[in-house]
């Protein structure tokens, strides 16, 4: 694995510039470009599994780290559901995302975290915040609160003071699934999805992508780009950093579905496999 170290030196290298200030600034970037790539595809690193129960009138909240789904599956009937919307002629099991949320579920005054910390102090505690996620200030990441005043993963960013603790923040997403009948459905389910990574702030921490390269580029990419519009110097990291995306997308796992493959009547495969 590859750590944040080595990318923001990297960066500073190819720029010729290792100032506290441009570190900072390469820093910001990276990490702009870290989420942009990490929301492209479910990378392995970040996939995850969680069950939840359904209703026939209303969505259901998913965890707030989620950055899409990959896959929704009945356990029970093993009907397996694709991608949706909560309107047209439904011609096969659907899953699909309702309303996002348009504003958190709490705001903690004078909050304080410190540097590889998992816990926070500040804010009035309510026990109904174990298994939601929080934001510190404007900083990016969210966390999952396992306890009083506890969270996980751990917290890599600068020394915070008197922020606000933002639980469940805006845009948190609800889906629902209906039959091929056009019904909504209840019961358990499970969702595949991917979740968001710890923000990169320390150059210690792992970059969770299968490569380097392409978030090097893209952060180059970035800055350049930006830079007394100085778009021609750009180009070069422009052009490579396409196939440098797609070689890395090819060395991510493809999702497993949980469903037993099927020939075209339905039935069982043959297993060629020697036992």
């Known amino acids: 694995m590859i750590s944040a170290g080595y990318i923001f030196e990297a960066v500073s290298d190819a720029l010729r510039d290792d100032t506290d200030e441009m570190m900072d600034w390469i820093k910001r970037s990276c990490q702009m470009?870290?989420?942009?790539?990490?929301?492209?595809?479910?990378?392995?690193?970040?996939?995850?599994?969680?069950?939840?129960?359904?209703?026939?009138?209303?969505?259901?909240?998913?965890?707030?780290?989620?950055?899409?789904?990959?896959?929704v599956w009945n356990p029970t009937t093993g009907a397996e559901y694709t991608p949706g919307a909560p309107w047209g002629a439904a011609?096969?099991?659907?899953?699909?995302?309702?309303?996002?949320?348009?504003?958190?579920?709490?705001?903690?005054?004078?909050?304080?975290?410190?540097?590889?910390?998992?816990?926070?102090?500040?804010?009035?505690?309510?026990?109904?915040?174990?298994?939601?996620?929080?934001?510190?200030?404007?900083?990016?990441?969210?966390?999952?609160?396992?306890?009083?005043?506890?969270?996980?993963?751990?917290?890599?960013?600068?020394?915070?003071?008197?922020?606000?603790?933002?639980?469940?923040?805006?845009?948190?997403?609800?889906?629902?699934?209906?039959?091929?009948?056009?019904?909504?459905?209840?019961?358990?389910?499970?969702?595949?999805?991917?979740?968001?990574?710890?923000?990169?702030y320390d150059e210690s921490q792992d970059i969770l992508l299968p490569a380097s390269r392409p978030l090097e580029l893209l952060t180059l990419i970035r800055m350049i780009g930006g830079k007394d519009r100085r778009d021609t110097v750009a180009q070069k990291y422009q052009d490579e950093y396409p196939r440098a995306l797609s070689d890395m997308k090819a060395m991510n796992p493809r999702f497993i579905s949980p469903r037993e493959p099927t020939n075209r009547t339905g039935g069982s495969m043959f297993d060629m496999r020697h036992r």
Request: hydrophobic share 40%.
């Open 33 to 71: 470009a870290y989420y942009e790539i990490w929301g492209m595809l479910p990378w392995d690193a970040g996939r995850r599994k969680v069950s939840v129960t359904l209703s026939a009138t209303a969505g259901v909240l998913l965890p707030a780290d989620i950055v899409n789904i990959e896959a």
């Open 91 to 200: 011609i096969r099991p659907t899953w699909f995302f309702l309303n996002s949320t348009f504003d958190s579920l709490a705001v903690l005054d004078q909050v304080s975290v410190s540097n590889t910390a998992t816990v926070w102090t500040g804010g009035a505690w309510n026990a109904a915040y174990i298994g939601e996620y929080i934001r510190f200030g404007k900083n990016p990441g969210i966390y999952k609160i396992t306890a009083a005043n506890t969270f996980t993963p751990r917290y890599y960013g600068p020394h915070l003071d008197s922020v606000s603790g933002i639980v469940r923040p805006a845009g948190a997403k609800s889906m629902a699934c209906m039959d091929e009948n056009g019904d909504q459905v209840s019961g358990a389910h499970d969702v595949y999805y991917w979740a968001y990574p710890p923000p990169l």
